[in-house]
């Protein structure tokens, strides 16, 4: 069956510290897969896309990776910060043009 | 540039009552999507939408929920005779006009309706 996982429920990291937060799917082959983060009671913001053909991608403290062989995209904020504390969703888009299918999400608590 | 609008932010209703939530998309985005999020669950999608037009309405349950996306007007989704199941954030989120097929970019997300039914 299709899965899409985020390895942990939640990651506890020390400010400062590079957080690593992990998606993994299973039966899907996606052109693209994107990050996002949700804050507590509000919706999703869009943080980085990166696609099939692309290992890697930054923007300012964040970089995401994409391992099409091993089926997995790693997700690290650089230089944490308190402010970094909310839920991280992964999604794919399954086959192209077919809406996205989300990760339950890692609910990352930086500590000051 | 407003963002999409969702409301109610909050609904409450009692079994066996209707429950419709309205989304106006983003300036210039013809798509719409509509998610459902349970506690400790992720998103899941629901339908998506084009003007008048139902795309994908796979993750739809086959009875009591219905959407539209009318030419004029927001979107809605309705669920009729609500049950406690039914309680859950409901998300939409658009996407611009990117010509055939589906999208190929981010979603931009509302703030989310939140139902309770008691």
């Known amino acids: 069956s299709q899965k899409i996982e985020q390895n942990s429920e939640a990651l506890n990291i020390q400010e400062g510290k590079t957080a690593t937060l992990t998606c993994n799917y299973t039966n899907y082959s996606p052109a693209y897969l994107q990050w996002y983060r949700q804050d507590p009671g509000r919706g999703p913001v869009f943080l980085l896309l990166i696609r099939e053909n692309e290992k890697e991608k930054r923007k300012e403290r964040l970089k995401v990776t994409f391992d099409t062989t091993l089926k997995q995209s790693l997700f690290h904020i650089t230089a944490s910060q308190p402010a970094d504390s909310a839920t991280y969703l992964c999604?794919?888009?399954?086959?192209?043009?077919?809406?996205?299918?989300f990760g339950k999400g890692t609910r990352l608590s930086v500590i000051a | 540039n407003a963002g999409v609008m969702q409301n109610p932010r909050h609904l409450v209703r009692r079994r066996g009552q209707e429950a419709r939530l309205r989304c106006s998309p983003m300036?210039?985005?013809?798509?719409v999507y509509w998610y459902r999020q349970l506690p400790e669950e992720g998103l899941k999608f629901m339908v998506y939408?084009?003007?008048?037009?139902?795309?994908?309405e796979s993750g739809m349950p086959k009875e009591r929920f219905s959407a539209e996306f009318p030419k004029e007007g927001p979107s809605i989704l309705r669920i009729q005779q609500v049950v406690r199941g039914d309680s859950a954030a409901y998300f939409c989120?658009?996407?611009?006009?990117?010509?055939?097929?589906?999208?190929?970019?981010?979603?931009?997300f509302g703030e989310g309706s939140r139902l309770t039914v008691l």
């Open positions: 999604a794919l888009d399954p086959s192209g043009n077919t809406p996205l299918v």
């Open positions: 989120a658009s996407s611009p006009s990117i010509g055939q097929g589906g999208n190929t970019g981010e979603l931009f």
């Open positions: 939408l084009q003007k008048e037009n139902i795309i994908d």
């Open positions: 300036k210039g985005h013809s798509h």
